[in-house]
């Protein structure tokens, strides 16, 4: 198999996933269970997402300056800072680590 035909097959199998979303019947989608399990759901990969950018450098866990800087990031979000600020704060925190040296 060439990396084309496995992007094609990728490709189609993501269309016809999508497609299968839309044929599924709207009641059961309007559930509780399934809409709590599809909120629980995202905040779990949005979380593991964060969690691999911040910590992982290929097959390592590295702790440097993003781990001081989400966490200035989650503190500023749970005072209800405007986003702007919040990403701001968490560069300049990396930058200030960054710069005396504490992490790379």
């Not at 866990?61 to 209800?80: I, K, N, Q, T």
Request: net charge positive.
């Amino acid at each position: 198999m060439t990396l084309w035909s496995a992007i094609w097959i990728a490709a189609i199998l993501c269309v016809a996933l999508k497609t299968l979303g839309y044929l599924v019947p709207q009641r059961w989608l309007e559930a509780e269970r399934p809409a709590r399990t599809a909120d629980l759901l995202t905040v779990a990969l949005l979380s593991a997402l964060v969690a691999v950018q911040t910590l992982g450098v290929g097959q390592a866990v590295v702790v440097d300056a993003r781990v001081p800087a989400v966490l200035v990031a989650a503190g500023l979000l749970l005072l209800r800072a405007p986003f702007l600020v919040v990403v701001v704060a968490a560069a300049v925190v990396a930058a200030l680590l960054r710069l005396w040296g504490w992490a790379a």
